[in-house]
Every structure is written in structure tokens, then in C-alpha cells.
């Protein structure tokens, strides 16, 4: 079979998750991520999107209602990333989480971005991240990225806060 590379201006355009709560998971998604709420679908599912795009996550109860999260060391999806704009609006959605007392399961500087990690009510991994200009993604000397992982700054993140 020959080969295919998907066309560049590809997306991933939603994720769908499995949740056992849908009025929890809507406290998290929509109340405290900011996320509006573009289709409830009865009791068992809700689209939810930012800026009004149909849906960048669907949320549903029906083979998991009830139920309790998916083992960590199994199958399954590790997380869902969602993208800022700017390191500010990161900052603003860390600052908001950590005075909500929301835990967080990391902090990291790749290089390419910097994102924080949290689980969701169910413990579907969460990754909020926003991406460096491309001309200061670190690279080999052959070219490729040089992805790395180090502990993020989160004082040095809040700064941004104040910076204008």
C-alpha cells in the first residue's frame, strides 16, 4: 500500500466521552473550564464547545452512567488537550482552577508548549496547554523537534497575568 499524510489544514474536530454524572461533568466542563453548552441532549448527553463551533467535546451517560472511572493501567484514552490562544488565557484558566482548590496531576514545559494536567471528575486525563510560535520550537541539528519535559513555572506563568 502506498503511502498517505492527511492534508495539513486536518483537525481533530471533538473528542466524546463516557462520563457515570453528566450534571458533574457540566460543573466541570462548563462552569469551571468556561465551555458553552450548545445541545443538551435529554438527560444522557450534552455538545459543548468554546466559541460556538457545534462541539469540541460531547458528553454522555449511555453505557456509563453511574459507573466508576476507567482503570488507569488498562486501555483507553490517556487525556483530552485542549488548546489556548495565548500563555495568558493559560494562565487565566490555571489561576481560576487553583483558586477553585481543583487539583492538578502536573505542570510541564515541553519546549513546543507549556500545559497543565488535571483529571475530570470521572479521571479522564485533561491537558490544558497553548502552543510556542513555531520559530521557538527548540530543534536537533538534523532539524526535527526537540521535545523535552521539564517542570513548568507556574509563578513565572501567573506573571503573564499582569504583563501587557
Known amino acids: 500500500m502506498e ?3 492527511l492534508p495539513a489544514q486536518t483537525r481533530i474536530g471533538h473528542v466524546h466521552l463516557k462520563v457515570a454524572d453528566l450534571n458533574r461533568s457540566l460543573e466541570f466542563y462548563r462552569d469551571l473550564l ?3 453548552v ?3 441532549y435529554g438527560s444522557q448527553a450534552a455538545f459543548i464547545s468554546a466559541g ?16 466508576p472511572p476507567a482503570p488507569k493501567d488498562g486501555v ?3 487525556h483530552t488537550a ?3 490562544p495565548t500563555r495568558k488565557d493559560l494562565a487565566i484558566i490555571y489561576d481560576r482552577l487553583r483558586r477553585a482548590y481543583y487539583p492538578f496531576t502536573g505542570a510541564s514545559d515541553h519546549g ?5 494536567y488535571l483529571d475530570d471528575p470521572d479521571g479522564n486525563g485533561v491537558e490544558l496547554y497553548w502552543d510556542r510560535p513555531r ?6 541539528d538534523n532539524g526535527s523537534i526537540d521535545m523535552f519535559t521539564k517542570p513548568l513555572d507556574l509563578d513565572n506563568l501567573l506573571e503573564s497575568l499582569i504583563e501587557e
Request: hydrophobic residues 40%.
Open 76 to 78: 483507553g484514552l490517556y
Open 82 to 84: 485542549i488548546l489556548y
Open 38 to 40: 450548545t445541545l443538551i
Open 112 to 116: 513546543v508548549s507549556e500545559a497543565i
Open 135 to 140: 520559530e521557538l520550537w527548540p530543534t536537533k
Open 34 to 36: 468556561g465551555f458553552e
Open 3 to 5: 503511502a498517505y499524510k
Open 52 to 67: 460556538g463551533y457545534h462541539h469540541h467535546i460531547g458528553l454522555n451517560t449511555w453505557h456509563s452512567k453511574g459507573l
